[in-house]
C-alpha cells in the first residue's frame, strides 16, 4: 500500500479528493487504525464547529453594518465640505488679513451658513417655539453662559418664532428666528468669540443671496442674517444692536 | 460597482469573526471595520476574482493589525503553554461548550486556519491566498490546530496520570 500523506488524510477530512482518491485513503484508513481514529476526531471538530457557529448566519445583520458604507461616504462628504470651507474661509482671511477682525468674518459666513440651512424649513423652523419664549431664552442662556434677550422686532413687523441650539466652532450657538407677515424670515445668530473680550464696530457682510450684519460685544458675537437688502436689514440690525447694547 | 456584492457576504464575514475573536460585539466592529476598508478599497478588487476570499483577506488584516494593537491579544505563545485536557471522553459525542473553550486555547493563527477550513470550507489554496501564507505552512497550522484540540478534547490522553500513594 502506498503511504499516504498528513496533507492528503486531512484533505481527505475536508472533502477535497477525488473519487479514487478518497478510495486510497479509505483503504489506508482500514488498516491504519490509530490514522483513522485522528481522522474521526477531526470529522468531528469540523462538524461541532459549524454547528457552533452556524446560527450566527441566521441572526438579522445589524443595520449599522448594512450602512457601513453610507457612514463612510459621509465621513468623506463632510471631509470634503470642511475642506472647501477650509479653502473658502483662508480665501476670504486672504483678502482681510491686513486688518485683525478675522473672527467675525467667519462669523458672518457661519451665520449665512445656519440662516440659509434654517430659514426655509416649513414644519421645523426652531426647536423652541415663541409660545415658550421664557423657557426658550432662559436654556440658551444657560447653555451660552451668559444673560441672553431676544430683541423685540414687533414694531418692525416681524414676531419671534423661536430658536434653538446650533453648534459652532466655538461651542454651543444660540439661534432665533423672526418672521414677518409675509413669511421674510431674519435670523439672529449668537455665539461665544475666542481670545480676549473685545468690541467691534456694526459689520455687513453678503454672503451669497444672504445679508449679514454683525458686531463683536465683549466675548460674544452677533450676526442678523436674511435674505434682503443691506438697506432693508440695516434698519433691523439698528434696532437689534440698540436694544443687545442699550 | 454594485453594493450587494459584498452586502451578500456580510453573514458569513460575520460567523468567522464571531468563531475568531468569540464576543459578539467584538466580532461586528472587526466585521465593521473590514467593511469600511473593503469599501475603501473595492476599487482593488477584480471582478470576476473570488470576492469572498478577498473580504477574508482584509478582515485576517484588520484582526492582525488590531491584535498588535492589543497586546494581551498576541497569543503566539500559547503553543508552548501546557496543555490540559478537559476530561477523558472515550471519543463519544464532543460537548460543543468544551469545543468552544479548546478552540479559544489556540494561537490566533490556528484559529485562523482551522476556521477558514472548518467552517468557512474554503479550500487550502483559498486560504493560503486569504492569509497570505504558502499552502505548507497552511497544512501544518492546521495539521497543529487539529491535534492540539483532539488532545485537549480527550481523545488522548495528554500525559501520564501520576499513581499516588
Redesign the interface.
Known amino acids: 500500500m502506498k503511504p499516504v500523506s498528513?496533507?492528503e488524510l486531512?484533505?481527505y477530512v475536508?472533502g477535497?479528493l477525488s473519487e479514487s482518491a478518497t478510495a486510497e485513503i479509505e483503504a489506508w484508513l482500514r488498516a491504519h487504525s490509530e490514522d483513522a481514529?485522528?481522522m474521526?476526531?477531526?470529522s468531528?471538530?469540523?462538524a461541532?464547529?459549524?454547528?457552533?457557529?452556524?446560527s450566527?448566519?441566521d441572526?438579522p445583520?445589524?443595520a449599522?453594518?448594512?450602512a457601513?458604507?453610507s457612514?463612510?461616504w459621509r465621513r468623506y462628504a463632510a471631509a470634503a465640505a470642511i475642506f472647501a470651507l477650509g479653502i473658502g474661509l483662508g480665501w476670504m482671511v486672504r483678502g482681510t488679513f491686513i486688518t485683525p477682525q478675522i473672527v467675525p468674518v467667519s462669523l458672518a459666513r457661519l451665520a449665512a451658513t445656519a440662516h440659509a440651512v434654517y430659514s426655509p424649513e416649513v414644519r421645523h423652523p426652531v426647536e423652541v417655539t415663541a409660545n415658550e419664549e421664557e423657557h426658550l431664552v432662559g436654556w440658551l442662556s444657560k447653555r451660552l453662559g451668559t444673560t441672553l434677550k431676544a430683541p423685540k422686532l414687533a414694531p418692525l413687523g416681524y414676531e419671534l418664532v423661536g430658536g434653538r441650539l446650533l453648534s459652532g466652532p466655538q461651542g454651543p450657538v444660540a439661534h432665533f428666528m423672526y418672521q414677518d407677515g409675509r413669511g421674510q424670515r431674519l435670523t439672529l445668530y449668537v455665539s461665544r468669540q475666542r481670545g480676549e473680550p473685545r468690541d467691534t464696530a456694526f459689520r455687513f457682510s453678503q454672503e451669497d443671496r444672504v445679508s449679514v450684519f454683525y458686531w463683536v460685544d465683549g466675548n460674544f458675537g452677533y450676526a442678523l442674517s436674511g435674505e434682503m437688502k443691506r438697506e432693508q436689514l440695516l434698519q433691523v440690525a439698528e434696532v437689534v444692536y440698540k436694544q443687545l447694547n442699550p | 460597482m454594485d453594493?450587494h456584492l459584498?452586502?451578500e457576504h456580510?453573514?458569513?464575514l460575520?460567523?468567522y469573526a464571531?468563531?475568531l475573536v468569540g464576543d459578539r460585539y467584538v466580532a461586528?466592529d472587526l466585521?465593521?471595520d473590514t467593511?469600511?476598508r473593503a469599501?475603501?478599497k473595492f476599487y482593488l478588487w477584480r471582478a470576476g476574482s473570488d470576492l469572498r476570499a478577498w473580504l477574508f483577506t482584509i478582515m485576517h488584516n484588520v484582526f492582525v493589525n488590531q491584535a498588535r494593537r492589543r497586546r494581551h491579544e498576541i497569543e503566539q505563545a500559547m503553543d508552548e503553554l501546557p496543555a490540559v485536557a478537559v476530561r477523558a471522553t472515550q471519543?463519544d459525542h464532543?460537548e460543543?461548550q468544551e469545543?468552544?473553550r479548546v478552540?479559544r486555547s489556540l494561537s490566533a493563527e490556528q484559529r485562523e486556519v482551522?476556521?477558514l477550513?472548518?467552517?468557512e470550507?474554503l479550500?487550502?489554496e483559498q486560504v493560503s491566498r486569504a492569509l497570505d501564507i504558502p499552502i505548507g505552512t497552511v497544512?501544518s497550522r492546521?495539521?497543529r490546530a487539529?491535534?492540539r484540540?483532539?488532545q485537549l478534547?480527550g481523545?488522548q490522553s495528554v500525559m501520564p496520570l501520576k499513581v499516588v500513594k
Open positions: 498528513e496533507a486531512h484533505a475536508d477535497g481514529e485522528r474521526r476526531a477531526y468531528e471538530q469540523n461541532a464547529l459549524r454547528s457552533l457557529y452556524d450566527v448566519l441572526e445583520v445589524p449599522a453594518l448594512l457601513v458604507r457612514s463612510a | 453594493r459584498i452586502i456580510i453573514p458569513r460575520r460567523r464571531r468563531a461586528d466585521v465593521q467593511l469600511e469599501w475603501n471519543g464532543l460543543l469545543v468552544d478552540l482551522i476556521l477550513v472548518a467552517v470550507q479550500t487550502y497544512m492546521l495539521s487539529r491535534e484540540m483532539r478534547l481523545g
